[in-house]
């Protein structure tokens, strides 16, 4: 049974940063974080794997890293010089397979978190 549990939303100034957390248990191959994206669909916005490779969407290339730390079964977002209009439910997905295409679509991974809510504080 896989689970996945986000923490670390808060407030946060625009310009501000902040380090999401996700805790996974069970086994999974590729990883990622996505945002609520209101009238669209859920964003993707990074995707990590095993090997440590990574894929971001432009929207946050350069200011959002994804990582992870196997020994604590822990997949991390650290968000830098966000903007107001991010603040929105962030939410980790992970899927048993590794892909090879469509690594930023929901509709890849089978498993999801309830979400954490980074919200703007100005």
């Known amino acids: 049974q896989v689970q996945l549990v986000e923490s670390g939303g808060d407030l946060v100034q625009p310009g501000g940063s902040l380090r999401l957390s996700c805790k996974v248990s069970?086994?999974?191959?590729?990883q990622a974080w996505f945002r609520r994206a209101s009238g669209t669909g859920r964003e993707g916005l990074a995707y990590?794997?095993?090997?440590?490779?990574?894929l971001y969407s432009d929207s946050v290339q350069c200011r959002f890293t994804i990582s992870k730390d196997n020994a604590k079964h822990s997949l991390y977002l650290q968000m830098n010089s966000l903007k107001p209009d991010e603040s929105d439910m962030y939410y980790c997905?992970?899927?048993?397979?590794?892909?090879?295409?469509?690594?930023?679509?929901?509709?890849?991974?089978?498993?999801w978190g309830q979400g954490t809510q980074v919200t703007d504080s100005s």
């Open positions: 990590i794997v095993d090997d440590g490779i990574t």
């Open positions: 997905a992970a899927a048993r397979r590794r892909l090879y295409d469509m690594r930023l679509w929901s509709s890849s991974y089978e498993y």
């Open positions: 069970g086994s999974t191959y590729s």
